[in-house]
């Protein structure tokens, strides 16, 4: 079992930047290299959305409204995973979510990190 903790999300003006990370504790790295990791982010009233993914491998892939702006990437030995966010826009305001899934068996999600892009 999987236990992702976030951090890094905070308010920036538009055009700042932040990175996010995700940790997976409670697991030995052979577990965490056998799940997909991504991004989600949710922003009030509306739906939860997928930002990038990435397999263990390193192949990642990005929503259209972040592609050139937004990077995922991860440190298998450090079962981390991190989203740098360039050239935020106020549309980017949202609760991010990382997850973490091996597709048709289990997911897990973390607690979410707020993050609010304004002048």
């Known amino acids: 079992q999987l236990q992702l903790v976030e951090s890094g999300g905070g308010s920036v003006q538009p055009g700042g930047s932040l990175r996010l990370s995700c940790t997976a504790s409670?697991?030995?790295?052979?577990?965490?290299?056998?799940?997909?990791m991504s991004w989600y982010r949710q922003a009030p009233g509306m739906q939860r959305e997928l930002v990038a993914a990435i397999t263990s491998g390193g192949s990642a892939n990005y929503a259209d409204s972040v592609k050139d702006r937004f990077t995922i990437s991860r440190h298998n030995s450090k079962k981390t995973v991190y989203l740098q966010m360039n050239s935020l826009k106020p549309e980017d305001t949202a609760v991010y979510y990382c997850n973490a899934e091996k597709p048709g068996v289990d997911q897990y999600w973390g607690q979410g990190t707020l993050v609010t892009v304004s002048e």
């Open positions: 409670r697991s030995i790295l052979s577990v965490f290299n056998q799940y997909i």
